[in-house]
């Protein structure tokens, strides 16, 4: 649906608005969102070997990975709130990077990119926050959904 300004999000006066998805029909939903974490070899190496003064990072950001995906509508306005079937949280350890994927899945009637997208950002935020003491260089990169399908 579309105001008659040509932007979904837009009403007829140019105010924001939620999109009624109401006459959608319900669909299985799929999103992939991909991203990086690039630091040094000396931090990623800490990384491996359980070295880091805060512990297991990777178990602390794939948490917090899923719980943003889950409170997407909560941080992103007229975002619809979606009963989410899963959200996966995986990382890929590359000799400078971390690679983060999150996948998420409903049954809805709007799709679910904007919670993949919301995992792999808080992920990688909280790499980057359990990680900072360690390597002040460190970036995130490449943030963008890199599948999308409904059946």
């Keep these: 649906m579309t105001a008659q300004n040509g932007f979904s999000h837009l009403n007829a006066e140019g105010e924001a608005r939620m999109v009624d998805v109401g006459a959608k029909p319900v669909q299985r939903r799929l999103a992939v969102a991909e991203g990086r974490l690039v630091a040094s070899a000396e931090t990623i190496t800490a990384l491996r ?19 943003a995906a889950k409170q997407t509508s ?13 959200v996966a949280i995986e990382f890929s350890v590359e000799d400078t990077a971390i690679g983060i994927r999150c996948e998420a899945r409903t049954d809805g009637k709007t799709g679910v990119e904007m919670e993949a997208l919301t995992g792999v950002s808080v992920a990688a935020l909280t790499l980057y926050d359990m990680m900072k003491a360690v390597d002040k260089n460190m970036r995130i990169e490449g943030i963008r959904v890199t599948n999308k399908e409904k059946q």
């Design 49 to 67: 070997e359980q070295a880091l003064p805060k512990g297991d990072v990777l178990a602390v950001a794939r948490i917090a990975g899923i719980q």
């Design 74 to 86: 909560s941080l992103i306005p007229l975002c619809h709130p979606l009963p989410l079937n899963k």
